[in-house]
């Protein structure tokens, strides 16, 4: 296992590895691991003669008041865990060395960053969208694995390699749930037990939608309200009903939709979505 921590030594790695003739998946985190991430990372071994992860908590995702400090900080468990499903190389680089005192240049993209969590974290996309092109540039991947638990971040990404021509293919892969339903994160280590227990209504208001949709319901607002009700006993940050491409909201359901929650609990505050294709095989693309 080899651990890198600058662009220029990264990207001399990758760039000897494909002279070789050998494929690189790459799959961005910001450590604290669970299976969500280990998922990715076995899908981009799978698909690729070498796995490369980078673990990097960016500061320019957060804003002033959110949880950059505390965020958990696991590392050496981290390499382990990466290791341990055919991981050959991490990418940690210092914030020092990512974000110079004199740093000015951003990526902004536009439109699909509007509305859900762009609506709520004004800051977000654009410090993911700068992090992943840095990140991009230090580890020249021919595919890169991001998980659909960040929907609108996936939409993000994959605008940004389209608009900007980047080399990178990128594959998105399914969420993972906890056995009650639960989508694993790693902020869900804040919850106290009975935040944990009330958190689940997330997850049960999303599957009791999809089971409306593939009823057949195809009404926006009939189906938001249903996950309103359903998510009571936690703070509402937003229910979206979204075109799962532009991130713009939908009245009626006639093509491959997005349904998207945020919620503010005491300590976290979670996401989690399921996709829905009305043309789709049963309906369903989760
Ligand atoms: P993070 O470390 O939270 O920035 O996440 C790194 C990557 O793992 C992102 O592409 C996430 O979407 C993905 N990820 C996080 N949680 C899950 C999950 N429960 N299932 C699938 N992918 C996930």
């Given at each position: 296992m080899k651990i890198i921590d600058n662009a220029a030594e990264m990207r001399a790695w990758c760039r000897e590895a494909r002279r070789?003739?050998?494929s690189i998946g790459f799959v961005p985190t910001m450590g604290a691991l669970h299976e969500g991430h280990?998922?990715?990372m076995r899908a981009a071994a799978q698909g690729n003669e070498l796995a490369v992860a980078s673990i990097f908590v960016n500061p320019t995702q957060f804003a002033p008041h959110e949880d950059f400090n505390q965020y958990p900080r696991t590392f050496d468990q981290d390499v382990a865990m990466c290791a341990s499903?055919?991981?050959v190389a991490v990418y940690a680089p210092t914030a020092r060395t990512m974000y110079t005192e004199d740093y000015s240049t951003f990526v902004t993209v536009g439109g699909v960053s509007e509305g859900l969590c762009g609506g709520s974290r004004p800051h977000f996309f654009r410090g993911v969208a700068t992090v992943v092109t840095k990140l991009f540039n230090a580890v020249e991947a021919d595919r890169a694995y991001f998980g659909q638990k960040d929907a609108q971040q996936c939409a993000v990404i994959k605008r940004m390699v389209r608009d900007l021509d980047m080399a990178v293919e990128i594959v998105e892969m399914p969420i993972v749930r906890e056995p009650d339903g639960l989508a694993m994160?790693?902020?869900?280590?804040y919850l106290s037990a009975e935040e944990r227990t009330r958190a689940l209504c997330l997850s049960q208001s999303l599957f009791a939608a999809q089971e409306r949709l593939?009823?057949?319901?195809?009404d926006a607002e009939?189906?938001?309200d249903a996950v309103r009700q359903g998510m009571q006993g936690v703070k509402i940050d937003y229910v979206a009903l979204v075109d799962a491409e532009t991130m713009r909201p939908v009245e009626r359901v006639e093509r491959p939709v997005l349904l998207a929650v945020a919620?503010?609990?005491e300590s976290a505050r979670l996401i989690d979505n399921v996709?829905?294709?009305?043309?789709?095989n049963g309906g369903s693309l989760t």
């Open positions: 070789a003739g050998k280990l998922s990715l499903v055919g991981v994160s790693s902020r869900n280590r593939q009823g057949g319901e195809r009939t189906v938001k919620a503010l609990l996709k829905f294709d009305p043309a789709g």
